[in-house]
T-cell receptor, first 112, second 111 residues
Framework: SQQGEEDPQALSIQEGENATMNCSYK?????LQWYRQNSGRGLVHLIL?????REKHSGRLRVTLDTSKKSSSLLITASRAADTASYFC????????????FGKGTRLSVIA | NAGVMQNPRHLVRRRGQEARLRCSPM?????VYWYRQLPEEGLKFMVY????????ESGMPKERFSAEFPKEGPSILRIQQVVRGDSAAYFC?????????FGPGTRLTVL
């Protein structure tokens, strides 16, 4: 069964607004990663946060991780039309080379 | 440095035929993963290989599906006697450590 569950399933916002997507998971993890997928394309790695980290930033992206609640959030600030895509969280049970378990994703639409 | 390459990008097969999907990892990467994505779904892990070895195939159906990653050449995911339910996007990822880099995927359509 899927490990991660993203919330909401779909999100539509105006350009310039912030977008927040949440991810919950069920078991202990080593790290959690966020990916973006444009329609019909491959996945692009956005950010990785380890289980001993609480927050991480990369450009307009901010990721938080709460291991006590088994949840993570991805915040995209000052969204642009080019941010329109599906966003997936993926969890890894171990460090290093290990399969990822993906959620079903959040479809973000940023309207210009 | 070329990224992960997959071919073909689109593949159409009739029921009962064989599908062969190829994946060339990034230069220097010896770990390859295959994932399947159904429409409107997330990716589901199928198999993890390291050169010439299958490390974890817990997500791969026991029948009709096989994977290999030979010493030379790309990794190959083979689906024998395809059925309509095999229609999906198949993604390959490679890694050196931790971060996985994904290819563009192969979209398999079974008629």
């Amino acid at each position: 069964s899927q490990q991660g569950e993203e919330d909401p399933q779909a999100l539509s916002i105006q350009e310039g607004e912030n977008a927040t997507m949440n991810c919950s998971y069920k078991t202990s993890i080593n790290n959690l990663q966020w990916y973006r997928q444009n329609s019909g394309r491959g996945l692009v790695h956005l950010i990785l946060i380890r289980s001993n980290e609480r927050e991480k930033h990369s450009g307009r992206l901010r990721v938080t991780l709460d291991t006590s609640k088994k949840s993570s959030s991805l915040l995209i600030t000052a969204s642009r039309a080019a941010d329109t895509a599906s966003y997936f969280c993926a969890t890894a049970f171990l460090s290093g080379n290990t399969p990822l378990v993906f959620g079903k994703g959040t479809r973000l639409s940023v309207i210009a | 440095n070329a990224g992960v390459m997959q071919n073909p990008r689109h593949l159409v097969r009739r029921r009962g035929q064989e599908a062969r999907l190829r994946c060339s990892p990034m230069k220097g990467h010896s770990h390859v993963y295959w994932y399947r994505q159904l429409p409107e779904e997330g990716l589901k892990f199928m198999v993890y290989l390291q050169k010439e070895n299958i490390i974890d195939e817990s997500g791969m159906p026991k029948e009709r599906f096989s994977a290999e990653f030979p010493k030379e050449g790309p990794s190959i995911l083979r689906i024998q006697q395809v059925v309509r339910g095999d229609s999906a996007a198949y993604f390959c990822a490679s890694s050196g450590y931790n971060e996985q880099f994904f290819g563009p995927g192969t979209r398999l359509t079974v008629l």
